[in-house]
């Protein structure tokens, strides 16, 4: 949720970051997370507007950044539906070390799950759901194309979420790092 939440801020400020990924996501000391490395990022003055950069990191790499075809703040969407496959399951969904096999996998390829139970992997239908609707293919029918962050958190996977506690830091976060005094 608060990845989802800050990438919506910067949409709404007609920004895309273009390069999440967990190396550019950090956990503050109270177990917030932070978004950094914007050299990617982009303003688009208008939101029908699209990019035509090749940008970013290969496995992150939405279908039309892949082709060429211009992109807009869908590409971020795509990203997050990484993230959150990758975070669950411990590589991105269309990984291989042959750049034009990812990219093809990336274009054309369904995303697959392992097995609960060979890998012993605790994840619900719902997680399967967003992931798979953060991961269209088509970046128009991808969730959050329409209706940004308030549509992807409208999912039923976020339903057990406390969206205010999460926006006002007054939850408890799930990791909380222990800062020892460096001095």
């Known amino acids: 949720m608060q990845i989802v939440l800050a990438v919506g801020e910067l949409h709404d400020k007609g920004i895309m970051h ?44 939405a279908p039309e ?13 795509w990203a997050v539906g990484v993230l959150i496959y990758e975070m669950l399951i411990g590589v991105t969904p269309f990984f291989n070390k042959n750049r034009q096999l990812l990219q093809s996998k990336i274009k054309h390829a369904k995303v697959v799950f392992p097995d609960r139970r060979q890998f012993k992997i605790d994840y619900s239908e719902q997680l399967v759901d967003v992931v798979n ?36 830091q007054s939850m408890t976060p799930p990791f909380k790092p222990d800062f020892k005094d460096q001095t």
Not at 65 to 77: K, N, P, S
């Open 65 to 77: 950044m892949v082709t060429g075809e211009g992109h807009d703040r869908a590409v971020d969407w």
């Open 133 to 168: 609707m953060l991961l269209r293919k088509d970046r128009n029918d991808r969730l959050g194309s329409k209706g940004g962050a308030k549509e992807i958190l409208s999912h039923p996977w976020f339903k057990d979420l406390d969206r205010k506690a999460v926006e006002q």
């Open 18 to 61: 273009r390069d999440l990924k967990l190396e550019n996501i950090l956990i503050d000391n109270k177990g917030y997370v932070k978004l950094i490395d914007y050299g990617l990022a982009k303003i688009l003055d208008n939101s029908s507007d699209l990019a035509m950069s090749y940008c970013g990191t290969p496995e992150y790499l």
